[in-house]
Structures are given as C-alpha cells and as structure tokens.
C-alpha cells in the first residue's frame, strides 16, 4: 500500500484527477444529456448567423396567404375554387411543381351542395340548380389532377381526430441496407386531406417540424414514420415529383439512416432521417402575396421554371417557427431553404462518425494537458493552449464553411480546460499548503483580512502607515482588581475566565469586520476601516459593542448556573470614537504591530474609562454618533473638554438598537433628557431637577439610575458652591 502510495505521489495527484475527470467527461459525451447537445447546437447556430446560405431567388418562390391577402378575400380557409384558380394561374405562369403547405381535411363549407342542404328558405328550383353545379373540392380537384402537385399531411401525436381514409396510392419507398423505421421519427397518426384531392394530386408528404427541446428549428425530417407507413417530406415529395423518380431511395445502416435521394440526387440525413437546414438570411423576395397572384398583378416571368410552395406568414394562422437566424419565420419558408439546399447541395450533413471524431479530439487535447501542465511553465502552456484552441476553431470552421459539415468544437474545448483547470487547481492546492499554515499561525494574532491581505500582498510586511479615519474601540473589565484578588490562590482560573470572555467579544469585533489591535490585560483595543474598506465603520462598531454587551449576558447566566453560590457577574465599558488616524505596522525591523495611534485613540480609551463615571456601559463620540442616529437609540449624556481643542466634545451612550431607537419610550426619553441638558447647561438648577425626576422613571428601563444620580449630585454641588460672581 505505501509503495502504491509513493507511486502514486510521484506520477502527481494532479494527474490522476485529471485523469479521472475526463473518463467522467467522455461518458457524459457518449450518453449526450439534452445541455451538452443544446450547447453542441447552439454553437451550430453561431455558424449559421456568421455565415448563411447564400440567398437564391431563381429556384422556388411561395404564394404567400399573408395578412394582406386575408383582408381582401376574409378568414382562412377560403373557397376551393379560389385554390383552383390559384393553381391555374401558377400552371399558365410558368410554375413547375407546386407544393401545399396546408391541410385540406374537411369538406368545403362553402361549396354548392353544402348550401343547397343548409341554406334556408330556398326554393325547390334554386335547390335543384345549385345541387347539380360541381362541387368546390371537384373543381379544386379537377385543377389539382391537370398540375403537378404535392399536397401537404399532417403528422401528430394526440389522437382525438376521426381518420381519414388512406389514398389508393402511396409513394414507393427503396431501401438500400437495414430497415430504418426503428431510426426514423414516428408520428402514431397522419393527418390528410380529402380522398377525393388526395386521388387527384401526384403527391403527398408530411409537413410537420418539430423544433428541438429550446424550441428552434435547425432539423426537418425528410423521411417519417406515420401511421405506421414510410412517408416523405413535403419538401422530398417535391423533388420526387420534380424529377419524376418512381421512388425515394433511403440508404441506412446499422447506426441509422445515411441519405435519402430522389434519381441523382442524394440528401444527406442524420440518424433519424433529418436534414440539417443550411439557412439563409431571411429574404422578402421570395414571397407573392396570394391576392396580387389572384388579381393578376404578378409579372408573368415571376414564376417561371421554379417550383412553388403555398403557406402562409399570417401571425393569426399560428405557423411561425424559431430558427437560427430568425426569431419568427413562416413555416412554409423552411421547405423553401430546404429546397433551394437540396437543389444547390449545400444541405449540412453531421454524419454518425462525427461524435466519434469529437471524442478522440477531446481526450488527445486532454491527455496532452495532463502529460505538459505538471513540466511547463504557465506562459508556455498559455499559448500552447490557445493555439490548440485557435487550431481546433479553425478545422470546425473550415470544416463549416467549404465542406458543409457540422464539427462540434464545443465539447473537446470545454473538456480540455476543465482537465487544465483541475490541473492547474491541484498544483495550487499543493503550493499553497505552506501558505495556508502560515495564515493559520498568524490568524491566531491578526483580523483574517489583515492575514489574506498579508498573504496575497508580502511587500505590506514593512514598517510605516498611512492616514486613514477609524472607529476605535476600547473594552475593559470592570472591577477587574477585585477578580484577580479572588483568584489570587487560581491563577490558571483567571486565565481560563478572561480566555472565556475574549473569545465571544473577539468573535463579534471580528465578524463585523473589526481589526483587533491588541489585547491588554483586561483590556481589547480594535478599529474598523482598516486594512480593509468599509464604509460602514461606525455602524458594525457600534453593532459591535452591543453584541459584546449580548455576549457578556449569556456569559454571567453560564457562569450563575455553573456555579454552587451566587458569583458576581462580569462587567465591561466601552469606548468607541471616530476620526483621523495613523495606522500601520509601527515597531522596529526586528518586531512591529499593524496598530492605529491618534489623538482619536486616545479619546476612544479616555471615554471607555468614563462608562463607570456615568453609570452607562457604552460611550461614544460625537462623530461615531452623527453616523449612527438613524440605526441605534443614541442618547447624548454631556460635554467633554478633549485636550487641545477649544469647542468642548459632545459624548453619547448607546441604549440598543434600531427597535429601541423607534420605540415611544426612547423617543421620549431623549426629548426629556435633551431639557434637561440644555437646563443644565443654562444653570437652570430647578427645572433641570425637575426634568431629572420625569426622566428617572423612563430611565429605569435603560439601566440609567447612575447617570441620573450623577447629575442630581452635581447640581447640589453647583447649588452649594454657586459660581464666583468674578
């Protein structure tokens, strides 16, 4: 087992990963889930919108049933006679084969025998007359059997509509190889048109597309099974009737259906018998309204020696489909640019073989990395890669553009760097083994950004600062005197209580993204804006201090119900201050401290010491206040004399937060106690004393019984010892 180990560490874990990727990644190919084909089609796609089809305008024309033609002859479908006299007027312009994109599965409801039976308050004579006029579908009929038309059947899958019955002909079906029903896309029922049509028309084929699983159209089957038969495509039927061929001749094999072809012309197909359309862009020119072919306004050499396809581009008629290089083609244009494909052979192909040639390109590519990545430097590697990349684009390309064949560059690429990735991810790992100790040694000292910061940027490891506005936190233990004394015989204990109340305090600076500078005895410096920016300085510090305040409490209850006797509860003050500060590593080349100093330091730890003054746990400056209003139930407590600066400071505490800040009790608290200040400071002793007494009560429910108490004494201080009138 160690020898297998060793073996294994010396061919490189990477490697081996790597290895196990792409096995993984060639049996995805291989299964082929719908997201590795939609990507595969999607980047066909791109090619189509680069480079379509040239356009041509000479081949096949369509009599479009547009909007235009819908408002000058009223609702779909029109009268049989108007389809006939359609058909007379391509046949007498020249048309050649003419296909219908539309069904005919119904009688015509307009035609004479039908009103003749439903019309009502017709005299026998007019009845008689109208019974022995032709029928609309025996003159459609007639017009169809004179022509060379193809009509259109319907393929689907929901039963619910009655059948109809089967034509006396069918198409002759050839097949070269093994059968190629179980390939070929099956429609369990066929929709027709009337016998009496079907009868006359020297054709019939399928005009059903099914668009792929993201709704476009790239595919359009040429050969189905439907109802049970071997049919062909509107559009193959076409051809077949075009050349006049006897039969359509499909050639398969064991992987499913190669081509199908009509006398020298052969399509190639994918497996299940559909053919790749090679788009071109969208082109108006190859429409006729229906109207201006009926009304005679169409020049008479328009539609000759060319094949012609009725449809519609009605948005109402509901035969708009998704292609690649359009969001909203007619139906009926995808028989036309599968035609005019066919015709000039620029049908895509993407033979069975080509899976099998994307599987091999992807693993040499992969198998290459995995052999190169572990020995070359990365810029060797940079551009070994991106020529692979650019070599690999330029065959699918080529392959594309003069060959008409669909190579898929997507999936060799894509495996190829997921392989260099994994390669590239595990040499990191393993460099950064080393890294990753010293950041957890470290860590132990200095804020995890200042670690990563470090880690990522070595040359800040240099003595100096810069200027910079903090918010600098002082925390100290209250009475911490007396706690030592009770642990005079239990060093340890004091140690394992003070270990146990700085890791939560620790935790919440830290996790609001506060800097500790140091631990001091019983005391924690920290400050925020530093290493790192944060424009929210003031508020996570003074979130800060009330989770501290939140996690002494959860502490004291441990503590009591650890215990076998009451033991007095631990308390902290703290100082928090906002301003210009020097922040940095300062110490000597041989030790130094990233630490802020600052005449706004130095106010944060005279305020922290001031909490026991005042009776308040929390004491902010003024600066620290403006910033934080809106967010916490901040409550101004006096003026302070700061050293060197004439206006005198204005000091707060902090009573909670937001839901404190909005309650009635706080808002009237501040409103009263913001009188008595400003009584206080008139020297207004009566009525501050007065507003004392109405604050008290409010200021039980805060913890404010010493401040209150503070400035009862100070006033019958001021009161006994009035100023000197000098």
């Not at 190579?407 to 060799?412: G, L, M, Q, S």
Request: aromatic share 8%; charged share 20%.
């Amino acid at each position: 087992m160690t020898a297998l180990l060793k073996r294994m560490h010396r061919f490189g874990i990477g490697r081996i990963v790597g290895l196990l990727l792409l096995v993984g990644l060639l049996a995805l190919r291989i299964w082929d889930p719908g997201p590795i084909e939609a990507l595969r089609q999607r980047s066909f796609d791109i090619y189509q919108l680069m480079h379509p089809r040239a356009v041509r305008q000479d081949l096949v024309t369509v009599i479009d049933i547009d909007e235009k033609s819908l408002r000058a002859l009223g609702q779909w479908p029109w009268p049989r006679t108007v389809m006939a006299e359609m058909l007379s007027r391509i046949v007498k312009q020249g048309g050649t084969v003419i296909g219908f994109d539309v069904l005919f599965p119904e009688p015509d409801r307009s035609s004479p025998e039908v009103a003749a039976e439903t019309f009502r308050g017709l005299d026998n004579a007019t009845r008689e007359r109208l019974l022995r006029l032709p029928g609309n579908d025996a003159v459609f009929a007639d017009a169809i059997r004179v022509s060379k038309v193809v009509l259109g059947q319907s393929g689907y899958r929901v039963s619910g509509t009655a059948p109809i019955e089967r034509p006396t002909t069918q198409t002759g079906i050839a097949i070269i190889g093994s059968d190629p029903r179980p390939f070929l896309v099956d429609f369990p029922h066929l929709l027709r048109n009337l016998p009496i049509l079907d009868e006359a028309a020297q054709g019939q084929g399928i005009f059903s597309i099914i668009p792929e699983q993201d709704g476009t159209v790239r595919r359009v089957p040429v050969v189905a099974v439907a109802d049970g038969t071997v049919v062909p495509s509107l559009s193959l039927e076409m051809l077949r009737v075009a050349t006049r061929s006897g039969a359509i001749l499909i050639k398969s094999d064991a992987s499913g259906v190669q081509s199908v072809g009509v006398d020298d012309l052969e399509i190639p197909t994918d497996g299940k018998g559909r053919v790749w359309i090679h788009f071109s862009s969208p082109n108006p020119g190859r429409y006729v309204s229906a109207i201006d072919l009926l009304q005679g306004r169409v020049p008479t050499d328009r539609l000759v020696g060319k094949m012609v396809l009725i449809g519609t581009s009605a948005a109402g008629l509901l035969d708009l489909k998704v292609t690649p290089v359009h969001p909203a083609l007619p139906g009926v244009e995808l028989h036309a640019q599968l035609l005019e494909s066919a015709l000039t052979g620029e049908t895509l192909s993407r033979p069975t073989y080509t899976a099998s040639v994307e599987i091999v390109l992807a693993m040499l590519l992969s198998l290459t990395l995995v052999i190169l990545v572990p020995r070359v430097n990365a810029g060797i590697l940079f551009v070994l890669g991106g020529a692979t990349a650019a070599i690999t684009l330029g065959v699918s390309w080529f392959c594309f553009s003069f060959l008409d064949l669909l190579i898929d560059y997507t999936f060799p690429l894509i495996s190829s760097l997921l392989v260099y990735a994994v390669l590239v991810f595990t040499n990191y790992v393993t460099v950064s083994a080393d890294r990753y100790r010293i950041r957890s040694a470290f860590s132990q000292y200095l804020s995890p950004d200042l670690v990563e910061q470090l880690a990522q940027s070595p040359e800040k490891l240099t003595l100096g600062g810069e200027q910079r506005v903090l918010t600098v936190l002082f925390s100290d233990i209250r009475g911490f005197t007396t706690i030592s004394e009770l642990y005079k015989d239990d060093p340890k204990g004091l140690t394992t209580l003070i270990n146990r109340l700085f890791t939560p305090l620790t935790k919440d600076i830290m996790e609001r993204r506060g800097t500790i500078d140091k631990y001091m005895g019983d005391a924690i410096m920290a400050f925020w804006n530093a290493p790192l920016d944060d424009p929210r300085h003031e508020m996570n510090a003074c979130e800060a201090a009330c989770a501290m305040l939140d996690s002494l409490k959860v502490l004291n209850e441990q503590r009591q119900r650890e215990a076998d006797q009451p033991v007095p509860p631990l308390r902290i003050g703290i100082g928090l201050n906002t301003g210009l500060c020097a922040v940095g590593n300062f110490g000597s080349d041989l030790h130094f401290n990233y630490s802020a100093l600052g005449d706004t330091v130095n106010l944060a730890s005279r305020l922290e010491g001031m909490t026991k003054h005042y009776g308040v746990p929390i004491i902010i400056g003024e600066r620290t206040a403006q910033a934080v209003l809106t967010h916490f139930a901040v409550l101004e407590i006096d003026h302070l004399q700061v050293r060197g600066k004439r206006e005198l400071e204005r000091i707060f505490t902090v009573l909670g937060r937001a839901d404190v800040a909005t309650g009635r009790d706080f808002a009237e608290l501040n409103e009263r106690n913001g009188m008595m200040l400003t009584a206080y400071r008139c020297r207004e002793w009566s009525q501050a004393l007065e507003m004392i007494l109405l604050c008290r009560e409010l200021g039980k429910k805060f913890g404010l019984d010493d401040y209150f108490e503070l400035y009862i004494q100070r006033i019958r201080h001021l009161i006994d010892t009035p100023a000197s009138s000098s």
